[in-house]
């Protein structure tokens, strides 16, 4: 997707590749030998990068990707190697917020899941908004089988994703599962040919960022993150105030305004309350 961008609108820093097109930002790991796994620089700058999106007005959707034929396979080994008995080399305790960083962003994340995709690189999908893949592409937790536990939130994640069974199927055989298998799971919601998931996936970002507000989704994600955690009557309670709130921004009379006039809404960028 980037490689038709015009050069000032591509970074490719530390081999995670930025790139803006319209409204669309697309941040692929791109470190073809090590297969795209990840390393500590490299998951600061994922994590910047989310954040940048998130706070640049003109960006209102976000895809995420590989270079090449893997996703991201995980962390490089050579890390875990280099960690020694009393912790020197450990990552930093608060660095699950770059893993995370589609989880906490304002702006939708969408995977394009083009290859393998294990480890960390399948908690980074987990954290993500939307997740296609491309047909064939191999999944696997990988922890119990590196002795490692679930890391990184997706304890949470999966559960909430594919139900309490089958995340713990999944975590504590570490198997490798297909995207039609991850389809089946509800991991996944599109599984389509390789050859055209970038273009699926960017076609589904630039939906959103022409037809759904800025802040309306930047305020879902919220609600879906600590509404899951209340009980039925307090997410009604809270989404009720956040209804009533809304009742006062531009975004609805636009959003009725467009409907009326069988237009694209033109809504406000959003930064934040």
Not at 31 to 51: F, H, S, T, V, W
Not at 235 to 253: D, I, K, V, Y
Request: negative net charge; contains cysteine.
């Amino acid at each position: 997707m980037t490689d038709q961008l015009p050069p000032s609108e591509v970074d490719t820093a530390d081999t995670v590749r930025y790139a803006v097109d319209g409204a669309v930002a697309t941040i692929t790991f791109d470190k073809p030998e090590r297969g795209n796994a990840l390393d500590q620089p490299m998951q600061i700058r994922y994590g910047r990068l989310l954040g940048e999106a998130s706070a640049d007005p003109g960006v209102r959707a976000v895809v995420v990707t590989g270079g090449g034929r893997s996703f991201c396979p995980g962390a490089d080994l050579g890390l875990l190697e280099n960690i020694s008995a009393d912790g020197t080399g450990t990552p930093e305790r608060e660095g699950f917020r770059d893993v995370l960083a589609a989880a906490y962003a304002d702006v939708p994340v969408v995977a394009a899941i083009n290859g393998g995709c294990a480890g960390l690189g399948f908690v980074i999908a987990c954290a993500a908004d939307v997740r296609f893949a491309a047909a064939g592409a191999k999944f696997t937790t990988a922890f119990a089988r590196r002795g490692l536990v679930a890391e990184y939130g997706v304890a949470k994640l999966l559960p909430e994703l594919v139900g309490r069974g089958r995340a713990l199927d999944l975590l504590l055989s570490g198997r490798t599962f297909t995207a039609e298998q991850a389809y089946e799971y509800g991991l996944v919601q599109e599984v389509v040919p390789p050859e055209e998931l970038s273009a699926r996936a960017m076609a589904y970002a630039i939906e959103l960022a022409t037809y759904s507000a800025p802040r309306s989704m930047a305020l879902m994600k919220r609600q879906v993150l600590r509404e899951a955690g209340l009980s039925l009557e307090d997410s009604a309670r809270e989404a009720t105030a956040l209804m009533l709130e809304s009742f006062g921004h531009p975004e609805l009379p636009e959003g009725l305004a467009s409907w009326n006039e069988r237009r694209p809404p033109d809504f406000p960028p959003y930064q934040g309350d």
